[in-house]
């Protein structure tokens, strides 16, 4: 994924401003990735994305990954219910 692309579908924050935000505010868990635009906080799917990139500083999970192969991984954890999106928050793509 690049920069540029969305983490948290949820409430739209690019991976760039993730990072950013971590390298300026030095957060001490994880959890407080959320003070960044509210990420993580609403389906969840992209909470183990955010602890990889407290952990880490890096975002080896998302480097694999391409923004459709992230969407679309997304879709499939909403679909099975593992998470509820937010009103606002990007439009899954169809389920067919």
């Known amino acids: 994924m690049n920069l540029d692309d969305k983490?948290?579908?949820?409430?739209?924050?690019?991976?760039?401003?993730l990072v950013n935000w971590q390298r300026l505010h030095e957060p001490k868990v994880a959890s407080q990735l959320s003070e960044c635009g509210g990420a993580g906080t609403g389906?969840?799917?992209?909470?183990?994305?955010?602890?990889?990139?407290?952990?880490?500083?890096?975002?080896?999970?998302?480097?694999?990954?391409t923004a459709e192969e992230y969407a679309r991984q997304r879709a499939e954890y909403v679909h099975a219910g593992k998470g509820k999106p937010p009103p606002g928050a990007e439009p899954l793509p169809s389920n067919d």
């Open 43 to 65: 389906c969840g799917w992209c909470i183990p994305f955010l602890k990889q990139i407290f952990a880490n500083g890096t975002e080896e999970g998302l480097d694999r990954l």
């Open 7 to 17: 983490v948290c579908y949820c409430f739209h924050v690019s991976r760039r401003k």
